[in-house]
């Protein structure tokens, strides 16, 4: 226990946008124009004890999450921190019980995004005062103590509190081995860096090789736009990384990592994205035209919170060896309990701030190791990196125990932001966040946050006069 750690004394709630739409970063069928924001709180303690939570947004709107930031998080201040420590799953109860907030959407929608932030500086918060990142901090846990972390409500027709108990007791045992591996190796990762909408092909091909260097093997393609456009991308891609001449030296695939995921003769995969765009029977037409260039998945086919529309899709493309993918912008453990019930997906896409907190992203690992559906967590947002590597060890460690299916979104930009950012390995790997005073690595420079806080900081008050600000981000 940490008895210094106080009350809950204040909070500040901070609009932070870039202007990723400069570079066309971020660009896809459905989001043509994005400026990557983070809606960032710091809570602060009577003692000087902070954490840093934020929710992820493109831009306009981040002002109306900032101030429902403010609404969640003001029903905390005066509580006492190991009180909430204590329990995360009651604290997480708590958080969503206002009954006025919930009426505006209950565990969805702006609401959700604002609670998320503030669940995720508490987690954050919780981590520092125990002297380890995020993701050990839950690793050490018991499994008594995962469970008593973990919100089941509305979701026990799925998976129930002694059924994630039997789950967790029987992954205990190889816990200590499988921490040592992913030291070791890092996490598997994929990067989208590649393949935004608004990139010519110059500088696809550019990024693409730049990747394989990386010791990238997943590649993910934006389509959705205009199928013959898609090809062409897609068929590009797929010629750089299919060729054996472009592999770096001594580069081997290990083939337990590419099975079942249409790779080609130099085992990479490629996955494409459609960010919603279609209607379900579009969704199925538009992919079958996609065939010649393998995706092992589309992902967000159509709308997020159509379970039955996904699993529609699934069925429809299956003969095609085409998988689904989704949960990026699905908002609560219970969207994820429909996907999963209706055998709707593939690939489960959990997202750091979408959800109201680790303690719903705790439930569903815990779902998708049930229905044996691989968990590949969505990361292509400022700071999104950062957060979600903690979710996949805690996965690959607590969980399900595998890491084989697994790969972690990358994108390479803003991190500079962060005083702990995540970094890459010569094997395209996330390599593990050790710093024990990293707590969930989303902290931000202070500087980064006065430059980019919207609409006063240096960089958009620079914009608006037609001046050059000298730390804008650079194209890749």
Wanted: hydrophobic content about 40%.
């Amino acid at each position: 226990m940490s008895p210094t750690t106080g009350k809950i004394a204040r909070f500040t709630v901070h609009d932070v946008r870039f202007p990723t739409n400069v570079t066309g970063d971020g660009t896809d069928a459905m989001n043509k124009e994005c400026d990557y924001s983070a809606a960032m709180i710091v809570v602060e303690t009577d003692t000087g004890v902070k954490g840093h939570g934020m929710t992820f947004t493109i831009g306009r709107g981040n002002d109306i999450v900032c101030y429902a930031i403010e609404q969640v998080a003001q029903r905390v201040v005066g509580m006492d921190a190991e009180a909430i420590f204590a329990d995360m799953g009651k604290f997480y109860d708590f958080l969503v019980a206002d009954p006025q907030h919930r009426w505006l959407g209950p565990e969805k929608g702006v609401i959700q995004l604002a609670t998320a932030a503030v669940s995720n500086a508490l987690w954050d918060m919780y981590a520092k005062t125990r002297g380890k990142p995020l993701w050990k901090l839950i690793v050490d846990f018991s499994p008594e103590e995962f469970v008593r972390s973990t919100c089941f409500r509305y979701i026990t027709d799925a998976i129930s509190p002694a059924e994630a108990l039997e789950l967790l007791r029987a992954k205990e045992g190889g816990k200590a081995e499988r921490e040592a591996d992913v030291r070791a190796r890092g996490y598997p990762a994929y990067t989208t860096s590649v393949g935004w909408l608004g990139y010519d092909d110059e500088k696809v091909e550019r990024l693409t090789k730049e990747a394989l260097a990386q010791g990238f093997n997943h590649f993910k393609l934006k389509v959705g736009a205009d199928v013959a456009d898609d090809l062409r991308r897609g068929r590009l891609i797929r010629r750089i990384i299919d060729d054996p001449a472009n592999m770096p030296p001594g580069r081997v695939v290990d083939p337990k990592t590419v099975e079942g995921k249409n790779a080609g003769p130099t085992g990479c995969v490629l996955m494409v994205d459609a960010n919603q765009v279609w209607d379900v029977p579009q969704a199925v037409e538009y992919m079958k035209q996609l065939r010649p260039i393998s995706p092992w998945f589309i992902e967000e086919p159509t709308a997020p919170d159509d379970a039955v529309g996904h699993a529609a899709i699934r069925k429809a493309l299956k003969p095609h060896g085409i998988g689904v993918a989704t949960g990026e912008h699905a908002h609560n453990r219970m969207t994820f309990k429909q996907l999963l019930q209706l055998d709707a997906i593939d690939v489960c896409q959990i997202d750091s701030c979408r959800v109201g907190g680790i303690q719903e992203i705790l439930a569903i690992l815990l779902m998708s190791a049930k229905f044996g559906v691989p968990v590949c967590p969505h990361a292509g947002g400022v700071g999104l990196c950062e957060y979600v590597i903690h979710l996949s060890l805690i996965d690959y460690i607590c969980v399900s125990g595998s890491m084989e299916r697994n790969v972690l979104e990358f994108v390479d930009h803003l991190h500079e932001h962060f005083l702990y950012p995540v970094s890459i390995n010569k094997d395209g790997r996330y390599n593990v966040p050790m710093d024990p005073k990293g707590g969930y690595s989303i902290e931000m420079f202070e500087k980064s946050m006065s430059d980019y806080a919207f609409p006063n900081g240096n960089y958009w008050v620079a914009t608006a006069k037609g001046e050059p600000f000298a730390g804008a981000p650079q194209a890749h």
